[in-house]
């Protein structure tokens, strides 16, 4: 859950850009004082820092992720042949995880086991 100083220094940075100004710690800390809000001082400089280069709209509308690659199309048939693989390699897996432990390990529990 986000701090109180953190949404302060968000709603600060949002404004900032609404208004087509620059993302900068004394801008931040304008904002904030004006609002009569009190934060830590590390905190508008995290966020200058972090949206100087950042095209914030991008960031708001979900960009901020790198686009995924194209892959090349495969037949139709395809599909399914990797649904299968994939179902009985899950069901391989699920043996294994019933499997009984042989030994607990003692006190520990097998804790350092690997």
């Not at 708001?60 to 599909?79: D, S």
Request: charged share 30%; glycine share 8%; net charge negative.
């Amino acid at each position: 859950m986000a701090s109180k100083d953190e949404l302060a220094c968000v709603y600060a940075a949002l404004i900032l850009h609404d208004d087509k100004a620059p993302i900068s710690v004394e801008n931040i800390n304008a904002i904030l004082k004006a609002a009569n809000v009190t934060v830590a001082p590390y905190w508008p400089s995290l966020f200058a820092k972090l949206l100087e280069n950042r095209n914030v709209d991008d960031l708001l509308m979900g960009g901020g992720a790198p686009a995924p690659v194209a892959q090349p199309e495969a037949p139709a048939h395809a599909g399914k042949k990797e649904e299968k693989k994939e179902e009985k390699k899950g069901k391989k897996e699920e043996k294994k995880e019933e499997a009984p432990a042989e030994d607990d390990g003692g006190a520990l529990g097998g804790l350092f086991d690997f």
